[in-house]
């Protein structure tokens, strides 16, 4: 499984950004997807997921109202908005795949930078 994750880039403080996760997955429909992120000296954090059937989304506390968990199943793609972008908000994103098949197995792209000027 390869996650190819894109739309990171820098924005000011208040901006939005969407990031996308293209999974290269034959039943993409399988998968639960998700984003973490992981801010320079901190440890990775869970930001988002979205079941595999699309029918609930998971956020952390911190982020609710202000970024939203999609999925297109037709083009294997999981995409995270994000508005009223804060500093704090700086990070490189991941993108994740969970799936039970046999056993359970994590899946994660490259990351994707994202930055939030003031």
């Known amino acids: 499984v390869q996650l190819q994750a894109s739309g990171g880039g820098l924005v000011q403080a208040g901006g939005s950004l969407r990031l996308s996760c293209t999974a290269s997955?034959?039943?993409?429909?399988?998968?639960?997807m998700g984003w973490f992120r992981q801010a320079p000296g901190k440890e990775r954090e869970f930001v988002a997921a979205?079941?595999?059937?699309?029918?609930?989304?998971y956020y952390a506390d911190s982020l609710k109202g202000r970024f939203t968990i999609s999925r297109d199943d037709a083009k294997n793609t999981v995409y995270l908005q994000m508005n009223s972008l804060k500093p704090e908000d700086t990070a490189v994103y991941y993108c994740?795949?969970?799936?039970?098949?046999?056993?359970?197995?994590?899946?994660w792209g490259q990351g994707t930078q994202v930055t939030v000027s003031s």
């Open positions: 997955v034959r039943t993409f429909s399988n998968y639960v």
């Open positions: 979205i079941s595999a059937s699309g029918d609930s989304t």
């Open positions: 994740h795949s969970r799936v039970v098949t046999n056993g359970l197995y994590d899946y």
